[in-house]
């Protein structure tokens, strides 16, 4: 008899176990906005990097970085976005995507530095905050 009960016990713990993990990936699926970005997120002036955006991004990515088609991709939302950290994000933009990487879907370039050598490593941050903080 107390070993049945046992094993009850034992079952009704899986079959709660196996719905915690369920209902944790309902909750965060992968790739969707409510998602934190990986890794420690970067401290930056998100006001300089919205007006270094609009100076050097803004021609080909939109202003509010929602994208112009046949320019550049948009970066609000996107799985890039969502699944690339803040370090990560900032080398990116310091070396920019060759039209002939395998990685570019476009076939279009992303200049490195958005093609503007100005930017400072700190103005690269700053841009990265703002980006972040469209995401929301
Ligand atoms: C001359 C146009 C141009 C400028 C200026 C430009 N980009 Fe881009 N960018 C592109 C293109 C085109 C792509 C898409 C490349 C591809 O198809 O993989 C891109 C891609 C990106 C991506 C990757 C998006 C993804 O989903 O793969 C990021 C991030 C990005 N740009 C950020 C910036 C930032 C920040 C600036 C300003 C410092 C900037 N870009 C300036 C053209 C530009």
Known sequence: MWRALFWLGVLWLGIAWALTACASDAVMPVGSGSA??????LAGDAANGKTKFAA???????IGAKGITMLGKSLVGTAFIQNISD???????RKGRLANDPAN??????????GDSTLTEQDLVDIVVYLRGLQK
């Open 36 to 41: 934190a970005p990986p890794g420690t997120p």
């Open 56 to 62: 050097s991004c803004a021609s080909c990515h939109g």
């Open 87 to 93: 370090a990560d994000l900032v080398a990116f933009i």
């Open 105 to 114: 879907t476009t076939r279009i370039e992303m200049p490195a530095r958005g």
